[in-house]
């Protein structure tokens, strides 16, 4: 099983390459970048140059587009604005040389959960549409959710890859939070035949309504999570627990103990 750990965040643009650089040292291999607030590496100059440092490092980069995403809203311009921040996300990542654009798809509204997937399918499909007549490189990647209320449960994210041919991330913290289990056994099922799996893992507070906060990642929950991977595959697990640099070497220990 090829394993590449790392945490979510990179820093600002001025420490970023020495946070690499650091990251290195670490044994980590991974790095996903927050666009969470904003996307604030707007430069291409500044963007190439980090993406220059992380492969000459060995760090393969990914980003997490804008919390504020909502393929679903009754809102055209809402909806609009959300593909706009998506392509300009893979505009960046294209710059910067990273693999994928992970992203929140939307909320259910007043809809149905039927009439939720068909309307953020055809936005899903418009944003496909733009990325390849851009030739962006990332790959377009929704991710499982771990609130109840929220659209991106594992069937409806597995639905999309099937039915849009976009990628996807595999937040086993999200699965257990919306489930109460990490259903290892339905992820495999769902994605089972794609070679390539982005994950995100950390701790994770939940209640009836699923996720309430990533909290630091124990032992145990590693050690089962690496247990229940499959074998052939090739995986980036990216760490979201407020200590995220610490846990992924904490992850990568384990991993080199036990493999």
Same mark, same amino acid.
């Given at each position: 099983?090829?394993?590449?750990?790392?945490?979510?965040?990179?820093?600002?643009?001025?420490?970023?390459?020495?946070?690499?650089?650091?990251?290195?040292?670490?044994?980590?291999?991974?790095?996903?970048?927050?666009?969470?607030?904003?996307?604030?590496?707007?430069?291409?100059?500044?963007?190439?140059?980090?993406?220059?440092?992380?492969? !000459?490092?060995?760090?393969? &980069?990914?980003?997490?587009?804008?919390?504020?995403?909502?393929?679903?809203?009754?809102?055209?311009? *809402?909806?609009?604005?959300?593909?706009?921040?998506?392509?300009?996300?893979?505009?960046?990542?294209?710059?910067?040389?990273?693999?994928?654009?992970?992203?929140?798809?939307?909320?259910?509204?007043?809809?149905?959960?039927?009439?939720?997937?068909?309307?953020?399918?055809?936005? &899903?499909?418009?944003?496909?549409? *733009?990325?390849?007549?851009?030739?962006?490189?990332?790959?377009?990647?929704?991710?499982?959710?771990?609130?109840?209320?929220? /659209?991106?449960?594992?069937?409806?994210?597995?639905? &999309?890859?099937?039915?849009?041919?976009?990628?996807?991330?595999?937040?086993?913290?999200?699965?257990?939070?919306?489930?109460?289990?990490?259903?290892?056994?339905?992820?495999?099922?769902? /994605?089972?035949?794609? *070679?390539?799996?982005?994950?995100?893992?950390?701790?994770?507070?939940?209640?009836?309504?699923?996720?309430?906060?990533?909290?630091?990642? *124990?032992?145990?929950?590693?050690?089962?999570? &690496?247990?229940?991977?499959? !074998?052939?595959?090739?995986?980036?697990?990216?760490?979201?627990?407020?200590?995220?640099?610490?846990?992924?070497?904490?992850?990568?220990?384990?991993?080199?103990?036990?493999?």
């Amino acid at each position: 099983m090829k394993v590449k750990f790392g945490p979510a965040g990179i820093g600002g643009i001025h420490e970023a390459i020495s946070n690499l650089e650091k990251y290195k040292s670490f044994g980590i291999s991974a790095c996903e970048i927050a666009f969470t607030y904003g996307t604030y590496i707007s430069k291409k100059e500044d963007a190439i140059k980090i993406g220059e440092a992380a492969k !000459k490092l060995g760090i393969s &980069l990914s980003i997490h587009a804008q919390y504020w995403i909502n393929l679903n809203s009754a809102e055209k311009e *809402k909806v609009e604005k959300s593909k706009e921040r998506i392509l300009k996300c893979l505009e960046i990542g294209t710059w910067i040389g990273a693999s994928r654009v992970v992203f929140h798809c939307g909320f259910y509204g007043k809809n149905t959960k039927e009439e939720t997937y068909e309307n953020i399918k055809l936005n &899903l499909l418009e944003v496909i549409k *733009k990325a390849k007549e851009k030739e962006y490189t990332p790959k377009i990647s929704p991710e499982i959710i771990g609130k109840k209320n929220v /659209f991106g449960d594992i069937y409806e994210i597995g639905k &999309l890859v099937n039915e849009t041919g976009c990628s996807f991330c595999i937040d086993f913290a999200h699965v257990l939070a919306r489930y109460g289990d990490y259903n290892f056994l339905e992820v495999a099922k769902t /994605f089972g035949k794609y *070679k390539e799996w982005h994950i995100h893992f950390s701790g994770i507070e939940y209640g009836k309504n699923g996720e309430k906060k990533h909290i630091r990642t *124990k032992e145990e929950e590693i050690k089962k999570l &690496l247990d229940n991977l499959p !074998k052939d595959k090739e995986i980036t697990i990216i760490n979201e627990s407020p200590s995220p640099v610490e846990d992924s070497v904490f992850s990568l220990n384990i991993f080199e103990k036990c493999h």
